[in-house]
């Protein structure tokens, strides 16, 4: 049996340019915290198992087909996974499952400034994660227990930051991650610990990408309570995904 596609839907021309550059974005860090992989032109894939919580491949058009994408992919082994970027593919007969749904978000470069923080997590100081033991902290902090090295010092470029915001005593209790590509940042992982809030991690983030790089747009995807949260901060939707993972 195929793997079909649902219908296309219409979407504003503009409206549809953002989703593409949050899509590849979304991609090209993919495939920086994986290693590799392989780029075409409707589709990114690794041959290889990718690392927990990344996808083995993600469509980057509205007209990649599942035969393509599932070429470049292992199958056969557990724990494959595909993020169906515009959320047309029907990956079912091919032994997948749904694993969750989300909405691609945008926040303009002119954007009303953030959410204010509260008096009581306003003193949180955020810089730039450099070197391998402040990202290994940061990776703690943001799993929530030890660093497993899934962020590797190897992601320490000049297009892609580890955003930490530090309380008093210096332990980190907000962060996120930030990739710069084309005329776009992707911001993902956004993530607070130890009860600060997460209006503060949102807040400090998105202050300290517009420090980085200024006057550029803001990307990534978000779903449930986290995408709630990012529309208070000045994101809009753009668009559906899904994720699916090969349970047969």
Known sequence: MRCGRIPDVIIDLDTEELLRAAVHNNAEWCAAVS?????????????LRTPPYYPDGVTLTREASAEALLAGMDTGSPGCSVKDSFA??????????????AEWIHRPAQAPAPVPA?????ALT???????????AWEAAWDGGESTGLFHPGLL???????AGRS???????????NRTGRVVGLSNVF???GTPDDEAWTGALAAVADLWPGLPV??????????????????????????????
């Open 35 to 47: 290693g590799g992989g392989s780029f075409a032109d409707d589709v990114w894939t690794s041959a």
């Open 88 to 101: 047309v593919l029907d990956l079912a007969p091919a032994g997948f499952e749904v694993l969750f749904a």
């Open 118 to 122: 509260t008096a009581a997590t306003s």
């Open 126 to 136: 955020w810089s730039r994660v450099a070197g391998a033991g402040e990202l290994a």
């Open 157 to 163: 470029t000049e297009e892609i930051a580890f955003l």
């Open 168 to 178: 008093a005593d210096g332990r980190i209790v907000a962060g996120a991650a930030a």
């Open 192 to 194: 607070t610990a130890d």
């Open 219 to 248: 990307v990534g995807y978000e779903a449930g309570d986290d995408l709630d949260t990012a529309v208070r901060h000045g994101f809009a939707p753009l668009g559906p995904l899904r994720v699916w993972l090969h349970t047969a």
